[in-house]
């Protein structure tokens, strides 16, 4: 079912190639677009291009779980420290957000040691279709 959203969503689009890139200087390039064989991939900053392996594509939403994506520990061991998803909405209008959805309940060591929940979703940025 997921294909046949990104078929007739991305039909419109003359390459089989989508790139993203975000304020918070992430971009992300979709390859494989008119195949069932989808491939996304990440870079910072300019960077080398790093394929996603697991990702999610919903609605107008693509969801990628990039290994290792976790937040600074607390200095406590003992707490679980937050691991993240990026989250990409708005595909559909053209109005794109990159955000960051926590998949556990855990603990941030930044400013401190603070408690966040499963399903928050944080640091929003804009980001541009090209």
């Not at 304020?23 to 979709?30: A, H, P, Q």
């Amino acid at each position: 079912m997921k294909l046949i959203f990104i078929f007739f969503f991305f039909a419109r689009f003359a390459s089989s190639e989508l790139l993203i890139d975000c304020e918070n200087k992430y971009s992300y390039k979709i390859t494989n677009l008119n195949t069932k064989h989808i491939t996304p991939y990440y870079s910072f900053n300019g960077g080398q291009w790093t394929e996603i392996k697991k990702f999610k594509i919903k609605d107008d939403t693509i969801e990628f779980f990039i290994p290792n994506s976790k937040y600074l520990a607390c200095t406590d061991d003992s707490l679980p420290t937050c691991h993240y998803s990026t989250f990409i909405s708005g595909l559909s209008n053209q109005r794109l957000t990159v955000s960051e959805i926590v998949l556990n309940d855990c603990y941030i060591g930044t400013m401190g040691c603070n408690k966040y929940k499963k399903g928050l979703e944080l640091n929003q940025r804009f980001c541009k279709l090209n």
